[in-house]
Nanobody, 123 residues
Framework: VQLQAFGGGLVQFGGYLRLSCVAS????????FGWFRRPPGKERESVAA????????HYIDSVKGRFTISRNNAKNTVYLEMTSLKPEDTAVYYC?????????????????WGQGTQVTVSS
């Protein structure tokens, strides 16, 4: 499987962005997916995850109520909607696929990483 992330960019404090992650390959609907980020000079961290059914989602505390992860199995795409963006959300964002089918773990164990997309929030 290959994962391609889109939608990053430069946005002002309080702004909105929607990231998309398109997966190639089979069995998209059998895997959980997640979004991670690496802020400048810091370690990569889990941001959000969605179960293979789409019925369960997880978020780190700092983005709860502001970010929403979702999936569209017909389009093999996972989304991360980000509202009320803050400068501390500035990071390279990565999408990832779980390493096992039918997963719903938090934090998610990653089997496949996508390339990153830069999100920069100006103050």
């Amino acid at each position: 499987v290959q994962l391609q992330a889109f939608g990053g960019g430069l946005v002002q404090f309080g702004g909105y962005l929607r990231l998309s992650c398109v997966a190639s390959g089979r069995d998209f609907d059998k895997y959980a997916f997640g979004w991670f980020r690496r802020p400048p000079g810091k370690e990569r961290e889990s941001v959000a995850a969605i179960s293979w059914t789409g019925g369960s989602t997880h978020y780190i505390d700092s983005v709860k109520g502001r970010f929403t992860i979702s999936r569209n199995n017909a389009k093999n795409t996972v989304y991360l909607e980000m509202t009320s963006l803050k400068p501390e959300d500035t990071a390279v964002y990565y999408c990832a696929q779980d390493d096992l089918k039918f997963g719903n773990r938090w934090p998610m164990n990653v089997g496949t990483w996508g390339q990153g997309t830069q999100v920069t929030v100006s103050s």
